[in-house]
């Protein structure tokens, strides 16, 4: 009986001392099953709760420490995983602003079927691309469930940077239109602009879809 309640003591701190981490319920579930093993393992005679909760918290750490490494663990994910889409994300650029230089200046033949095929094809690559930010918000929806959306604001919030600083180069010329040619019409750019206010909108509901499954 007085394992048990110093069992569930134990757990109690451990619980609140995770609040709302996003993996509170199966680090409980874990620490649970740690502490009947131990429980079970134990060839020494124990007797007062004092004594059970010092056997435990020796093997296992307190529930503030424990909570502790835990918590470090998320900090450590999510900026595994902020990076991971913001690396993405500037692939795009750098392979969209390299296949560009290249047919520009180079002139050669292949790159220049290539720039041809992408250039008749601009709304399937929009498509693809907002498929991309839906998948980044379902990822963390999925990945840290509610505890994550302080997450998707700051990977979107950094993520959007070279989106806007292109649309700003393009709108006022900064960057030569032809380099564009014949992708960048009047169209195109109203496309672009819109599909930009609608990015947020479109992660945020592949985050919503995510939380639920991570239920």
Request: net charge neutral.
């Amino acid at each position: 009986m007085t394992y048990h309640k110093v069992k569930k003591q134990y757990l109690e701190e451990l619980g609140n001392e995770l609040k709302k981490h996003a993996e509170k319920d199966e680090i409980l579930l874990d620490y649970e099953q740690h502490i009947s093993e131990l429980a079970n393992d134990c060839n020494i005679e124990i007797q007062t709760e004092q004594e059970w909760m010092f056997y435990i918290t020796d093997r296992l750490g307190t529930p503030k420490g424990v909570a502790r490494i835990w918590r470090e663990e998320l900090a450590v994910s999510h900026n595994r995983t902020l990076i991971y889409f913001l690396f993405v994300n500037l692939l795009f650029f750098f392979i969209g602003g390299l296949l560009t230089v290249l047919h520009f200046t180079l002139g050669l033949q292949w790159l220049t079927e290539v720039w041809r095929y992408l250039t008749s094809i601009p709304s399937l690559l929009m498509t693809l691309y907002m498929f991309f930010w839906a998948l980044l918000g379902y990822e963390i929806g999925k990945s840290f469930g509610a505890n994550g959306k302080k997450l998707l604001k700051k990977t979107f919030t950094i993520a959007i940077i070279p989106n806007l600083s292109l649309l700003i180069f393009v709108l006022f010329q900064i960057i030569p239109h032809e380099w564009f040619y014949p992708l960048l019409t009047e169209s195109f750019i109203l496309l672009c602009i819109t599909s930009t206010i609608f990015l947020y909108p479109i992660s945020y509901l592949g985050f919503c879809w995510g939380k639920k499954k991570s239920v």
